[in-house]
């Protein structure tokens, strides 16, 4: 079992600047992870690091960057998360990300779908360190944000821990000096991303281990964890810990993440006041055209485990689609919410 780092001496640790600000992280989950989701979430945690949606090289480069690249300065600390091979496109469009406000631009080495393969970029990247490290290498030379990488422990076959060591070591080379890594190899062909995100053993281990290798380096930690407790206890061993489909599903837990992880005053958010905080928003973006139920979907998760949940969900569900839909039904599914805690309240009392 590796040393925890608590247990190694202050004047041992090489602590790296840019572990402060990783010490918790929201995954990017494609189809989830949108402008409109950041935004929500930034209702709840003002210092979590944030990640966009992978987008690729090639669709910046050559389609709707303002589009894809859109998102307000209330998202920040916000790193865009970008798929591709190709070093000169890399560079090209690091370059767009950095200059449309982005704190820091991630390279996409884990996700094992299809499409990605096709596209020869992703997990299957890991089985090219050198070609990372020269993406790595062009990006950072138009860019003055870190330039970071999200990878597996391995792939397939290779998936040893020489192998990721040498994986990590070579990037680093390239100047990388923060990896995010996924606890479990992928296994990029006989399994979906949806099974690679379940089916292949998490491996805590190596990732400890791999930070102690590289003490210099940040090295953040994701992959199976779905509670603060869990999350916190991840410091003893590694710089940060990454959340994908909790912080998703659940997203109030981030309103107690600024006290846990970054010594904030513990608090006193309510889901109700956070819908608050993030009525002007909705208003804001349903003036400029934007369909409420392109908002609301990020919600359904905010009263998960209460009660109130179910009105909450169902009274979105049910009318945010229609095509007339304003703020009102956003209003509407807080006050049945918060109806509902009254009423249990009252029967408490009784």
């Not at 202050?10 to 409109?36: G, K, S």
């Not at 209330?74 to 200059?99: C, F, H, N, T, W």
């Not at 990388?176 to 296994?187: G, P, S, Y």
């Not at 410091?235 to 109030?252: C, I």
Request: some cysteine.
């Amino acid at each position: 079992m590796p040393t925890p780092l608590q247990d190694i001496p202050m004047n041992q640790r090489h602590p790296h600047p840019l572990a402060a600000q990783h010490r918790f992280c929201v995954a990017p989950m494609m189809d989830w992870t949108d402008r409109h989701d950041r935004r929500f979430l930034r209702c709840l945690s003002n210092e979590a690091m944030l990640y966009s949606e992978m987008v690729t090289s090639a669709a910046l480069v050559h389609g709707d960057s303002v589009a894809l690249l859109a998102h307000s300065p209330e998202e920040y600390p916000v790193a865009l998360q970008i798929g591709g091979s190709d070093p000169e496109q890399l560079q090209r469009a690091a370059k767009m990300g950095a200059a449309a406000g982005y704190c820091e631009i991630n390279l996409n080495v884990g996700c094992p779908s299809e499409r990605v393969q096709s596209g020869a970029f992703g997990a299957c990247l890991m089985a090219e360190p050198e070609l990372v490290a020269r993406c790595v290498s062009s990006m950072r030379e138009v860019v003055d944000v870190p330039v970071t990488v999200k990878c597996r422990i391995g792939i397939d076959d290779q998936d040893s821990e020489v192998a990721l060591q040498h994986f990590v070591g070579t990037v680093a080379d390239a100047g990388c000096e923060l990896f995010i890594v996924h606890a479990r190899k992928a296994i990029l062909s006989g399994l979906s991303p949806k099974q690679n995100r379940d089916i292949p053993p998490l491996d805590y281990d190596r990732v400890y281990r791999l930070k102690q290798h590289f003490s210099h380096l940040a090295i953040i930690i994701n992959g199976g964890i779905i509670d603060l407790e869990t999350a916190h206890a991840q410091l003893e061993h590694v710089d940060g810990v990454m959340l994908g489909r909790e912080a998703y599903q659940n997203p109030f837990l981030l309103a107690h993440v600024d006290s846990r992880f970054y010594g904030a005053t513990p608090s006193q958010t309510t889901r109700d006041s956070v819908l608050r905080a993030y009525l002007p928003y909705v208003e804001q973006q349903l003036a400029a055209g934007t369909p409420l139920q392109h908002i609301t979907r990020h919600l359904l998760g905010l009263y998960k485990g209460v009660h109130g949940g179910k009105q909450f969900r169902r009274h979105l569900s049910e009318n945010a689609y229609r095509p007339e839909a304003g703020i009102e039904v956003l209003v509407d599914a807080m006050a049945l919410a918060s109806e509902n805690y009254r009423r249990l309240a009252h029967a408490d009392e009784d």
